[in-house]
């Protein structure tokens, strides 16, 4: 299955309201983690949904994201912030947060911004 048919299956799981849902939400997740492509960060930035019913799992996906390049990871998640507040504001304010408790992070969130 291509990678873009594994982040449709993501969309389509991304409430994870049954234990099939978990599944195939897990199951496209490992398979993107094999091939990660950078130019998949902006869609998978928008899977985060605060009506999730299991954000326990869906932290593997903040984890996956956290994986990439720093610098990647930051613009994708500035490029789709305004998106993301919409869909998921608690979400946002997680990934946000980490950033700033990461020095690293913090200090590139400042340069990435402001160019």
């Given at each position: 299955?291509?990678?873009?048919?594994?982040i449709?299956?993501?969309?389509?799981n991304?409430?994870m309201r049954?234990?099939?849902?978990v599944?195939?939400?897990?199951?496209?997740l490992?398979?993107?983690a094999?091939?990660?492509?950078?130019?998949d960060?902006p869609?998978l930035?928008?899977?985060?949904d605060?009506?999730c019913?299991?954000?326990?799992?869906?932290?593997?996906?903040?984890?996956?994201?956290e994986s990439?390049d720093?610098?990647?990871q930051?613009q994708?998640?500035i490029?789709?912030?305004p998106q993301?507040?919409?869909?998921?504001?608690?979400?946002?304010?997680?990934?946000?947060?980490?950033?700033?408790?990461?020095?690293?992070?913090?200090?590139?969130?400042?340069?990435?911004t402001f160019n």
């Amino acid at each position: 299955m291509s990678q873009t048919n594994w982040i449709r299956v993501l969309e389509a799981n991304k409430l994870m309201r049954s234990r099939q849902e978990v599944i195939a939400f897990e199951t496209a997740l490992a398979e993107l983690a094999k091939h990660p492509q950078t130019e998949d960060l902006p869609a998978l930035h928008l899977m985060f949904d605060d009506r999730c019913e299991q954000p326990e799992v869906m932290f593997t996906l903040l984890h996956f994201l956290e994986s990439f390049d720093l610098q990647q990871q930051l613009q994708a998640f500035i490029t789709v912030a305004p998106q993301l507040i919409g869909l998921a504001q608690d979400w946002a304010r997680i990934i946000h947060t980490r950033i700033l408790n990461d020095d690293s992070a913090c200090r590139l969130s400042r340069v990435v911004t402001f160019n």
